[in-house]
C-alpha cells in the first residue's frame, strides 16, 4: 500500500506510518473561521485540532473583563490535547486569530488513540511540555521585555505558524496578544514602518525586512523554538 499524504501538521507528520494509517480514516478537514473558540475554559472538550496553518490563541480570561495571552498554537501543534486525554476542562480559551484548516478528531477517540500507541502518547507528552515552555516564556516576556521586542516576537511565531510574511492582524489584536494598549503597539508599528520593517494598512500587516524583525525580537522567540526542536523535533 502506498504511503498516505499527510496534512502540514508537525505531530501527524511525526507519527510512524503504521500509527497515521489508523488515525488518518478517524480524521476529518474543518476550516478555522477567525474569532471561532476551539475550547472554552470550564467545558470539557469534545474535539481536539492538529491545524495546518493558521493561527490558535490560548487566552485567559481574567474577573476585570481583561484578556491574556498564554501561548500560541499552529501547525507544531494541537488544541486541546491535555484536556481530551485526562478528561478534564481546559483552563484557557482557545480563540482563532488567523484563519487556517485543521484536521479534527472527536476526544474520545483521540484518547482511544492515545491508549492503544504508546508512540502516539509520547509525542503528545512531548508537546504538551513544549507548549508548557511556551507558556512560561511568554509570561516572562511580557513582564520583562519592551513593547518593541514582545511585537516582533508575536510576528515572528506567527510567521512560523501561517508560514507567510502577510497576515490578517490588526494592531487591536496584536495588542491583545501581547497584552498592551493598542496605541503602544500603533507605535511601534509605525517606527517599524518607518524603518523597512514592516508595512501595515487596515487589518493587515506584512514583514517585508525578515532580519530586522528578527534584531528588534528578544530572545524568547528564539528560546520557544528551541525548546519545541528539543522536544518534538526541527520543523521540515
Not at 502506498?2 to 510512524?16: D, E, H, I, W
Not at 484536556?83 to 483552563?91: D, G, Y
Request: some cysteine; charged content about 20%; proline content about 6%.
Amino acid at each position: 500500500m502506498s504511503a498516505l499524504s499527510r496534512p502540514p501538521n508537525r505531530l501527524l507528520q511525526a507519527l510512524p506510518p503504521t500509527e497515521y494509517a489508523q488515525l488518518h480514516p478517524l480524521l476529518e478537514t474543518v476550516d478555522l473561521t477567525k474569532e471561532t473558540v476551539l475550547a472554552d475554559a470550564g467545558t470539557p472538550v469534545q474535539r481536539v485540532y492538529f491545524p495546518h496553518g493558521g493561527v490558535v490563541s490560548m487566552v485567559v480570561n481574567l474577573s476585570d473583563g481583561q484578556s491574556v495571552e498564554i501561548a500560541t498554537i499552529g501547525r507544531d501543534g494541537i488544541v486541546g490535547a491535555s484536556a481530551a486525554l485526562h478528561e478534564r476542562p481546559p483552563l484557557a480559551d482557545a480563540i482563532v486569530v488567523v484563519p487556517g484548516t485543521a484536521s479534527m478528531l472527536r476526544a474520545e477517540e483521540f484518547r482511544e488513540a492515545a491508549n492503544r500507541s504508546a508512540d502516539f502518547r509520547t509525542l503528545v507528552a512531548l508537546y504538551e511540555q513544549a507548549l508548557m515552555a511556551q507558556t512560561q516564556q511568554s509570561v516572562a516576556c511580557n513582564v520583562s521585555h519592551p513593547v518593541e521586542a514582545r511585537l516582533s516576537r508575536w510576528l515572528l511565531r506567527a510567521r512560523d505558524l501561517c508560514g507567510s510574511e502577510a497576515l490578517p492582524l490588526t494592531q487591536e489584536m496584536l495588542a491583545q496578544m501581547i497584552g498592551v494598549r493598542r496605541n503602544a503597539v500603533s507605535i511601534v508599528a509605525h517606527g517599524f514602518q518607518q524603518a523597512g520593517i514592516l508595512r501595515y494598512s487596515r487589518g493587515h500587516i506584512e514583514i517585508t525586512d525578515i532580519d530586522g524583525l528578527r534584531k528588534a525580537a528578544c530572545e524568547c522567540y528564539a528560546t520557544v523554538k528551541a525548546h519545541a526542536e528539543q522536544l518534538i523535533g526541527p520543523e521540515d
